[in-house]
């Protein structure tokens, strides 16, 4: 074949911009860390890359949602253990009077003190997290009964707050007031059954008769086990937050590493690749500029 | 018998004259090394017609003669290289502006529509878990607002790229036109230069040269017609170049192409006056490969539809952008219907914050258009379009209205999103979320697009891109290959070559002085023969 002075020319260009577009290629991996900058450079590891972000920013928002849920159930979690304790020392108090021996000023002064707790009793009912009635259903807004005991709002068993914490996978976080504190669903108005007994409690107190006292323990009882149930309950729900928690945390450090597996580069593989096409580079530059300067011209004299 | 006296110096100066010429061609392809389009030349020496010598010894040689510069070109060569180039220059314009529409995507990256997707969503989790902070409610809005941006911002990137890609369309038209002109003139000049039997070696470089630019910008087919004879009883041969069939440039004349501005759009998404290509006189134009081609394709191409190419342009993703918007939008404002023919609720269904019991829904819808003054539209004013009086709405109509460039949120949104903000399944309970868990649950709704849910339709959108431009960057790549093989062979015949030249230098240089030395002697000889030869 004949060889003429502008083929050796454009060959060598255009051989030179293919090596430079490779090295170019491979210095672009290693400023960015990343193995693509377009689609078109890897039309699948785009699209996975598309996919796993999104399960990425999933997880770590279900883990926002995880700490927020858990935040409220330990809010949920204390106050339903102070009722306990107030139910256990209300409890005390009604088989300390029922004994026999006291006398009604005995009774007068653990009235007084039952007062008190049923005050508390009250406001723990009104408990709030961040602002939010936490028994209050979904009428957050509202506070749940008033100081006689009587419910402010109208409330359902129904009126769960559910936080997402993974895809299709709710948590029921609340407890509504009625559960705890009522038999049933309660309509606006309509009086606690739980603080009616300490009512009548402390109306058997003021009449005095140990019978009708002691008779009021069995209900009593009754309230402390409702209470214990709910508070079995919120426990094992927590049990499942936290399980959810590790979980997430887990699926975190694996979808963030399957993403970086996808999409960042191998920085030792890409700098040896760059190295290479650098080497290549610099040896078709050598050769070129060897070829292409001398012809016939330089040695005719 | 003897020839004359002065014969040898005759044969000599004949020398003289043939290596002169070889010089002077020398030093023309020398000087026209780089000259895009020129090939070589060769001088064509012969033996000048010899005398016949009567005596029986044979010819009398008389030297060398001149009898033409030939110029080395393999017209097949052309044919090919204009044949493959056309796929050249369509497939470099694709590759490129496939590359520019990626880029609008800007995807992957921390910045595209997959985080402002994210973004979104997060903010609806983050309100379901405080569902009456008005922290949240006016973040939410924000999110919206950026996601609604984004698409607005993608499909003005889109217009303004194919109103700079039409005004390039109308430029190589004009530049179509002005190389055929080129052509005609110099067909013109060529054919009086060849009338009377020589051959124009220079001009149809020249001509060869345009040739080769016009195949790059539109497919052309290029050949010479013969006519008959001349009276000279040369060849009358015409040059003639057609576009699919039609002539544009024949001889000396010139069929103009024309850049004529379309009354009605082809797709609905493109910008109005796009640029229709046709025959100056009116007559269709089939353009089947080169870069106006593929500057049409990206600017019109449709996956086929309204008679578009089947190329995935410009139209395609607006009109991608816009099904998504107007699916997205509808879905989140009323709900969906499951193919089980379960309803999951929309934002419209909800109660706002502030409700009392007792309230009807609220009807506001979250998504929304901007209308003519670029303020976000209110529900009311969104659902007049598909109100026909009877009462039911047609949320075709409605939502037909949504464009990826006027998509917005709704004006009660904006105005107070903590209050309407509808997410509650009930009025008058601030800690309902029924309605926003419904709306959370539908990005992971397979039946919301064929595609599948958001997520899967974006990336069905990118990977369709990623996977367009891979392989406008493999047919770039193998039309590289090829035409520079072809160049190369072309280069091969055609190009100058220094060493050649140098050699034929020294040849000539060798002759013109051998001839000299011819004349010199002859000189001595003619002087013993004059002055010496005392009779």
Redesign the interface.
């Known amino acids: 074949m004949r060889i003429t002075n502008n083929m050796l020319i454009d060959n060598m260009m255009a051989n030179l911009n293919r090596n430079l577009n490779r090295v170019s290629n491979y210095q672009n991996q290693l400023s960015t860390g990343k193995k693509i900058s377009l689609p078109s450079d890897d039309p699948i590891i785009a699209s996975r890359a598309l996919k796993l972000r999104t399960d990425v920013a999933e997880i770590q928002q279900f883990k926002r949602n995880v700490n927020d849920a858990t935040s409220w159930m330990e809010i949920t979690e204390t106050t339903l253990k102070q009722i306990g304790d107030v139910m256990q020392r209300i409890r005390e108090l009604t088989v300390d009077v029922s004994n026999g021996t006291k006398t009604q000023d005995d009774m007068d002064k653990t009235k007084v003190e039952i007062e008190q707790l049923k005050t508390q009793l009250i406001n723990l009912a009104n408990t709030t997290y961040s602002g939010r009635y936490i028994f209050s259903g979904f009428k957050t807004d509202k506070a749940l009964m008033d100081t006689d005991g009587k419910f402010l709002i109208d409330i359902s068993k129904n009126e769960q707050i559910f936080y997402e914490i993974g895809i299709g996978d709710d948590i029921n976080i609340n407890v509504a007031g009625c559960d705890l504190f009522h038999t049933g669903d309660a309509a606006e108005g309509e009086k606690s059954s739980f603080i009616n007994t300490i009512d009548e409690l402390i109306a058997a107190l003021e009449s005095g008769e140990q019978t009708t006292v002691s008779g009021m323990l069995g209900k009593i009882d009754s309230e402390i086990n409702n209470i214990l149930r709910v508070r079995s309950a919120v426990g094992a729900r927590m049990n499942r937050l936290e399980l959810t928690a590790n979980r997430l945390d887990d699926d975190n450090i694996n979808f963030t590493k399957l993403m970086s597996k996808n999409e960042d580069v191998d920085i030792a593989e890409a700098i040896m690749k760059l190295m290479n096409e650098m080497n290549v580079y610099n040896a078709s530059l050598a050769a070129g500029a060897k070829v292409i300067q001398p012809t016939l011209v330089d040695f005719l004299t | 018998m003897s020839s004359s006296t002065f014969f040898g110096l005759d044969i000599a100066t004949r020398g003289l004259y043939v290596a002169q010429r070889g010089l002077t061609n020398v030093n023309h392809n020398v000087d026209n090394?780089?000259t895009p389009g020129y090939s070589r030349q060769v001088l064509e020496q012969r033996a000048s017609r010899p005398i016949l010598v009567t005596n029986g010894t044979g010819m009398l040689g008389t030297g060398a003669e001149v009898v033409g510069v030939k110029r080395m070109r393999d017209e097949y060569l052309d044919v090919k290289y204009r044949s493959e180039s056309q796929y050249y220059g369509e497939w470099e314009v694709k590759y490129t502006l496939?590359?520019e529409l990626?880029?609008i995507?800007n995807?992957?990256s921390n910045s595209g529509f997959?985080?402002v997707?994210?973004?979104f969503?997060?903010s609806l989790?983050?309100l379901?878990?405080?569902p009456?902070s008005p922290a949240n409610r006016a973040a939410l809005k924000e999110k919206a607002v950026m996601l609604t941006k984004y698409f607005n911002s993608v499909a003005e990137h889109f217009e303004y790229m194919q109103n700079d890609i039409n005004e390039i369309v109308y430029a190589k038209v004009q530049e179509i036109n002005s190389l055929a002109d080129q052509i005609a003139k110099l067909n013109q000049q060529i054919y009086n230069y060849e009338v009377s039997g020589n051959v124009a070696n220079d001009l149809r470089d020249q001509r060869g040269y345009l040739v080769d630019k016009l195949s790059k910008i539109i497919n052309i087919d290029a050949y010479e017609v013969n006519y008959g004879k001349l009276p000279n009883g040369n060849d009358d041969t015409r040059f003639v170049i057609t576009i699919s069939g039609k002539a544009i440039v024949d001889h000396n004349n010139v069929s103009h192409l024309a850049a004529v501005q379309r009354d009605t759009k082809l797709n609905e998404e493109d910008i109005p006056n796009l640029y229709e290509v046709k025959w100056a006189d009116g007559n269709r134009l089939t353009i089947k490969s080169g870069e106006l081609k593929g500057y049409l394709d990206v600017r019109d191409g449709n996956d086929g539809l309204n008679g578009s190419s089947d190329f995935r342009g410009i139209p395609y993703y607006q009109r991608k952008m816009n099904d998504f918007v107007r699916v997205f939008a509808r879905t989140f404002n009323e709900g969906i219907t499951n193919p089980d023919g379960s309803m999951t609720k929309g934002h419209a269904d909800g109660y706002t914050l502030y409700s009392q019991q007792g309230d009807p829904a609220s009807g506001i819808r979250f998504f929304a258009i901007i209308d003519e003054i670029g303020q976000p539209m209110s529900s009311q004013k969104f659902l007049e379009a598909g109100d026909d009086g009877s009462g039911n709405l047609d949320f075709d109509a409605i939502y037909s209205q949504i464009t990826a460039k006027n998509f917005s949120i709704s004006l009660e949104i904006d105005e107070n999103p903590t209050n309407n903000i509808s997410i509650?399944g009930?009025p008058?309970?601030?800690?309902?979320?029924d309605i926003l868990?419904e709306i959370?649950?539908l990005r992971?709704n397979p039946y919301m697009f064929n595609e599948g849910s958001p997520?899967d339709y974006?990336?069905t959108i990118?990977?369709c891109?990623?996977?367009?431009?891979?392989l406008?960057?493999h047919y770039l790549n193998n039309q590289t290959v090829i035409t520079?093989q072809i160049?190369?062979r072309r280069?091969?015949?055609s190009?100058?070559?220094?060493?050649e030249e140098?050699?034929n230098?020294?040849r000539y240089q060798h002759a013109y002085k051998a001839a000299a030395k011819m004349i010199q002697t002859y000189s001595e000889i003619l002087d013993i023969l004059v002055n010496r030869l005392g009779v």
């Open positions: 090394i780089n496939l590359e990626q880029a995507y995807e992957p997959n985080t997707l994210n973004e969503y997060n989790q983050n379901s878990t405080d009456s509650s009930a008058g309970e601030v800690g309902n979320i868990r959370i649950d992971h997520e974006i990336k990118i990977s891109m990623g996977v367009d431009g891979q406008s960057s520079k160049e190369n280069q091969s015949i190009g100058v070559s220094v060493n140098m050699g230098l020294v």
